[in-house]
T-cell receptor
Framework: KAGVTQTPRYLIKTRGQQVTLSCSPI?????VSWYQQTPGQGLQFLFE???????NKGNFPGRFSGRQFSNSRSEMNVSTLELGDSALYLC????????????FGPGTRLTVL | AQSVTQLDSHVSVSEGTPVLLRCNYS??????LFWYVQHPNKGLQLLLK??????LVKGINGFEAEFKKSETSFHLTKPSAHMSDAAEYFC??????????????FGKGTHLIIQP
């Protein structure tokens, strides 16, 4: 099976702009989670989608949003970018049960100038 | 709420010697516990997971971890380190909430350095 894919891999934006990141889960997986990784804060949970519904959300401002499509592909959007949004954004897919394993993509490196 | 504490931010060992990466957790529910590894500029790879079956869990590349409920620990070990083991290691907890899923909670990571 193909793994989790994320596009684009690298992105450079300026403050105030918005950005959309894409994630394609492993075939058959219905759950997609997003995480932000920064040197200062480490890995933090953003949100999880299951069958097109947001099932859980981390402690991030409303500028961070996401959605999931009927084919389980997911996008996350960050509006009004700030310098502190520079990070590696990781997507993970799973079957969606409580004890299942999340499989991670390679990430999208976002740099905000 | 759950939390994870990785007790060492950096661990340095010589090639061929044992590796021990320490992790303590707290969770309101019976948790699932994971160890992931991240090589430079790469995504996260699952090493192993514990989900209330055997307390000693074997993973890939010779790694294993032991779940000790009384100590709330989930330490990662490997008998003999290899140069390719140099990477960042994350201990992760996810409570078995029984309802919807909660996101993973990550430790701050342990940077493993292998000396030749």
């Amino acid at each position: 099976k193909a793994g989790v894919t994320q596009t684009p891999r690298y992105l450079i934006k300026t403050r105030g702009q918005q950005v959309t990141l894409s994630c394609s889960p492993i075939s058959g997986h219905r759950s997609v989670s997003w995480y932000q990784q920064t040197p200062g804060q480490g890995l933090q949970f953003l949100f999880e989608y299951f069958s097109e519904t947001q099932r859980n959300k981390g402690n991030f401002p409303g500028r961070f949003s996401g959605r999931q499509f009927s084919n389980s592909r997911s996008e996350m959007n960050v509006s009004t970018l700030e310098l502190g949004d520079s990070a590696l954004y990781l997507c993970a897919s799973s079957s969606g049960t409580d004890t299942d394993t999340q499989y991670f993509g390679p990430g999208t490196r976002l740099t905000v100038l | 709420a759950q939390s994870v504490t990785q007790l060492d931010s950096h661990v340095s060992v010589s090639e061929g010697t044992p590796v021990l990466l320490r992790c303590n957790y707290s969770s309101s529910y019976s948790p699932s516990l994971f160890w992931y590894v991240q090589h430079p500029n790469k995504g996260l790879q699952l090493l192993l997971k514990y989900t209330s079956a055997a307390t000693l869990v074997k993973g890939i590349n010779g790694f294993e971890a032991e779940f000790k409920k009384s100590e709330t620990s989930f330490h990662l070990t490997k008998p003999s380190a290899h140069m390719s083991d140099a990477a960042e290691y994350f201990c992760v907890v996810r409570p078995a909430s029984g309802g919807g899923a909660d996101g993973l909670t990550f430790g701050k990571g342990t940077h493993l350095i292998i000396q030749p």
